[in-house]
């Protein structure tokens, strides 16, 4: 949550002028994103009539190279309908520029609040927005590798090694490998796949009321089952109190709402526990990763681990059950 | 420049509902501000055509019972043609609320950018708009004591002492202790005064164009001398580089634009090199306490006192010759 770079206005007007968007009007550095710095921008508009856009300049983790990806993503889901925002081309049509050797897109704003709290009804919104995406990913020509999968979770957590997990928890070096081992036993395979979200938190979705208005940060976006898709959104909004509190008409909302648009087959409702575990996983282990790696007063709000290591205990307690009459 | 707070979508809505503002639309969180969480909003507006305005949440060093002093000159100001931000009354009529035990005020979003590098002609917009608050104030009827004059700069740097001001840098501890008593024998006395911002530096003036179009961050203003604000902005605005380079064209742009709405009397003009360099203290001595008292690694950026020391050392060399011709 931080803007990195100082971007001096007068840099900054001449950037939005290689924009059919009007002239530069405000600019406010905003706290969005932990790769990325953010600004939110107003300019005259092409008609005069007034924009407003989210600049983001690309800082850390994501490769200018993936940026064809990324954007590419975002033109084609707005393209087919899905909410989320449209990439502003320059006036030569290129994705993104570069200014002070970094490189930076200028994206559509969209309205819309990021919630704390879902309400049932928000709930199935999200579900029936995540369902449209992957369905409108079908025709998406690129794809890009899923690095924070199986492999990676296990040589992550292999990397902070059992002495530094044990100091985020005691319970924490048993609890992951054992896990790593039985996910790498029981994992399926051949499930529907395309290009999923996968980070689809509350804070990556815009709301107005009940509806969802945005889908947001795309940039852990790779090829993967849609089901676990779905398993890491279910474990992102299904709990409260940090994992300590299971919201039952949560899930079944998320549940009916996605599979109102894409009912799930019966070989992906089989996999969901198995899915929400690896979910649950995937953020221990970058966020134990993180907490060893992040000075305590950084930037950066470090997140508990252990967050997840007790949504893992109910999924490995209830999933089947849960998933069985949910979905 | 962070966001201390979070503030969940849901009090912030219940929130903007007590203003007759229409109803949430949008919320970021800005980086602005060093004392407070500042949240760009955007509402339906009170007409259903759309409306944006600052939420500021009052986190450390301002005092609730300076609220009355700092939003209602905001009014007074925006009410006699300034260019600052109204405050936005809720339906109850307050100028303020509390959330979570802290202070907020929504006040009006103004358009435009703060820029680095000033041209001539945007710094005599900056004097002309200082000097129209230093006539809007004649009738404001609150005042608030300065608490950053001579007095509480000697008081900080004492509080340093001469061992840790020199970890900074070796000239340091000669050169504010020395200048602090040359200050003491020479600070003049009886010069016009009135409620000034004390803090007008380049990022706290809106810009659209060469024309101010906001002027914000009052949470410094004291009563004091309307030439001494003139010298805060002098010394804020007329050197690049850390203080090692002077801008004569941008010096006498300010100057002519500020007397070309109020001419300064001939005992001003005479103390204006004596209160540029009181300036310069004032902002030696706050660093040098945040530069002894912040770690380097917390989420506020530390600003250079040596910066100032430069500045403060071109005015004694400078200043009378400068001011005789410039002002």
């Known amino acids: ?21 009007g002239s530069l009007v405000s600019a406010k550095g905003i706290a969005e994103g932990v790769s990325n710095s953010n600004w939110l921008i107003e300019t005259t508009g092409s008609d005069g009539q007034g924009a407003r856009f989210i600049l983001t300049m690309y800082e850390r983790r994501i490769e200018t190279s993936d940026l064809p990806f990324f954007l590419g993503l975002l033109d084609h889901l707005a393209a087919h309908g899905c909410p989320v925002p449209r990439t502003i081309h320059d006036r030569d049509g290129a994705l993104w520029r570069t200014i002070d050797g970094k490189a930076v897109a200028l994206i559509e704003y969209l309205p819309g609040v990021s919630i704390d709290h879902p309400t049932p009804a928000q709930a199935r919104s999200v579900g029936q927005a995540l369902a449209r995406i992957h369905h409108a990913v079908a025709d998406f020509p690129q794809s890009r590798t899923q690095t924070l999968g199986l492999a990676g979770w296990d040589r992550t957590i292999n990397d902070c090694g059992a002495e530094a997990l044990a100091t985020i928890d005691p319970e924490l070096p048993d609890l992951a490998f054992g896990e790593l081992s039985w996910l790498a036993g029981h994992w399926p395979g051949g499930l529907p796949h395309g290009v999923v979200h996968c980070d689809l938190f509350p ?59 894409r009912p799930l087959s019966s070989v992906e409702r089989d996999a969901l526990p198995v899915l929400a575990r690896g979910a649950c996983m995937r953020f221990i282990s970058s966020r134990a990763d993180d907490w060893l790696n992040t000075p305590a007063d950084a930037l950066v709000t470090r997140k508990d681990p252990m967050d997840f290591a007790r949504r893992l205990q109910f999924y490995a307690a209830h999933g089947d059950e849960l998933f069985a009459q949910g979905a």
Chains 1, 2 share one sequence.
């Open 1 to 21: 949550m931080a803007v990195y770079t100082h971007l001096a206005a007068e840099r900054l007007a001449e950037l939005i002028d290689a924009y059919d968007v």
């Open 203 to 261: 804070d990556n979705v815009l709301m107005l009321g009940d509806k969802v208005s945005g889908l947001i940060d795309f940039y852990f976006a790779a090829s993967d089952f849609f089901a676990y898709d779905l398993a890491v959104t279910h474990a992102a909004w299904c709990f409260e109190r940090g994992g300590a509190t299971f919201r039952t008409d949560v899930s079944e909302a998320l549940l009916a709402g996605y599979q109102a648009e």
